[in-house]
């Protein structure tokens, strides 16, 4: 691959082009260039967003939106940002494992971003190779990627927040490699393409969709299971079968249904892994955690602490258990002794919405598993 500038032109197209090709080559589905420009829209967002309390404590890219929207932060000389797309679309929905199993989303069926993450190292190697500074960003607090990817054309934002690629719809993991490179940046942002369409705001769970675009992480249960501490109680019922993530909001849309309905990339996706769609929810309570994080730990678990996990099964516990079940009431006796306040809180939850209050000691004196016994309706 040839150097851009060696020949001392400023035509970079032809480089640019080598490169998207090789990402292309190397598994990436969509891939563009953007300016290292500051990201004025999402820094602006990000601020606003945290003053009216949408962020409801989200870290991430919310925590230096001044590092999150400036590529040169993270790379004082970067010019351009090549984003790619890795799509995770799937037309086969794995059956579940049991009557007793929790929903997982479908960007985390496999290790979707680490094939991203290598994708996008092929880019940086290359760059390198070149002589350029190339740094690869995929999913991290260093860069709001939906942002960055709209810059570059990749697609538009839906008003599900997400980006959806024309003709392609939104299940697409994004990440970036930032590079010294000075690369020939995409023409013109693509058109918004929701027009009159409302059907992920009207069918989110929570509502938690409080605008075209604007996500109110206080109602959203992709965040609120991430969130640690006691899951707010208005929102545990509509949690039903999720342990991780939530795809409704993408579900319901039509660009994303039409594009899925049509695509075989589930073949080229899924072979990277067999997809893990559902977990045994008695899986969850009765491993240890050397065995959760094992198995779970690609996710976001804050502190990487499964407790989380624990908490999150148990209100699935509640939601879809059968109070006739022996084991859903071995579960809950477990829980409902449990060392850690925070878990017999939600185990007494869970008992409670089975109609098992017999099983509820109503003398622990916690605060945490009081303020929950003074929540059930039937022993305030
Ligand atoms: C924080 C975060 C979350 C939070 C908050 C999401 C949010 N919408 O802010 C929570 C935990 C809830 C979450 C959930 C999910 N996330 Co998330 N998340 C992130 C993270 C870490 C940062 C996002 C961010 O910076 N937001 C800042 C706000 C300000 O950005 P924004 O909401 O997109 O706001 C923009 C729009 O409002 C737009 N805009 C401005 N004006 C207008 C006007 C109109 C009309 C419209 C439509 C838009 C618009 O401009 C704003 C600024 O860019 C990124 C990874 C990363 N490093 O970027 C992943 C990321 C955004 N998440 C991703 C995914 C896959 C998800 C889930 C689908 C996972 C799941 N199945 O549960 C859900 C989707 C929920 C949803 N509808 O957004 C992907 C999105 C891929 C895509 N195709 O868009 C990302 C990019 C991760 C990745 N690297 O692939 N996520
Ligand atoms: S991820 Fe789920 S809860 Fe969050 S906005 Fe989308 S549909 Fe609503
Ligand atoms: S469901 Fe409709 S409004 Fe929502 S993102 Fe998809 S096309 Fe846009």
């Not at 691959?1 to 969509?30: C, I, P, V, W």
């Not at 992480?217 to 949690?239: E, T």
């Not at 955690?289 to 678990?301: C, H, Q, R, S």
Request: hydrophobic share 40%.
């Amino acid at each position: 691959m040839q150097l851009a500038d060696e020949t001392g032109s400023t035509d970079n197209s032809g480089y640019t082009a080598q490169l998207l090709s090789l990402g292309r080559k190397a598994g990436l589905d969509h891939v563009g260039v953007a300016s290292a420009e500051v990201l004025h829209r999402a820094r602006q967002a990000i601020n606003q967003r945290k003053e009216q309390g949408l962020h409801n404590q989200m870290q991430f890219t919310y925590r230096n939106p001044e590092r999150s929207t400036d590529p040169t932060k993270t790379l004082p000389s970067a010019r351009s940002v090549i984003v790619g797309a890795y799509s995770y679309s799937s037309s086969q929905a794995p059956e579940k494992i049991n009557e007793l199993s929790a929903r997982i989303a479908r960007y985390v069926w496999s290790d979707f971003y680490a094939q991203l993450r290598q994708s996008l190292g092929q880019i940086a190697r290359q760059l390198e190779l070149d002589g350029h500074r190339a740094v690869v960003l995929a999913d991290d607090n260093a860069m709001v990627d939906r942002e960055v990817a709209y810059q570059a054309g990749l697609g538009w934002f839906g008003k599900n927040s997400n980006l959806l690629i024309s003709g392609a719809g939104s299940y697409f993991v994004l990440g970036c490699v930032i590079t010294s490179a000075e690369l020939a940046v995409a023409a013109q942002p693509v058109e918004e393409g929701c027009a009159s369409c409302r059907r992920c705001l009207d069918n989110c769970p929570t509502n938690a969709i409080v605008a075209p675009g604007v996500i109110d992480a206080n109602k959203c249960l992709a965040w609120l299971l991430q969130k640690p501490g006691v899951f707010d109680r208005n929102y545990r019922v509509a949690l039903g079968d999720r342990i991780y993530g939530c795809d409704d909001c993408q579900e319901v849309c039509p660009p994303t249904i039409r594009f899925e309905k049509k695509s075989n990339i589930s073949t080229v996706a899924m072979s990277v892994k067999q997809p893990k769609a559902w977990v045994s929810v008695a899986k969850i309570l009765t491993s240890d955690d050397g065995a959760l994080i094992k198995e779970f730990g690609a996710w976001y678990i804050a502190n990487r602490d499964p407790k989380w996990l624990r908490r999150n099964a148990l209100i699935i516990l509640g939601n879809i258990g059968d109070a006739n079940d022996v084991l859903v009431v071995d579960l809950l006796k477990q829980y409902l002794h449990h060392a850690d306040p925070v878990l017999r809180a939600h185990a007494v939850w869970a008992a409670a919405r089975l109609g098992l209050h017999q099983l509820i000691n109503r003398d622990d004196d916690d605060q945490l598993v009081q303020a929950e016994l003074q929540s059930l309706p039937s022993v305030k």
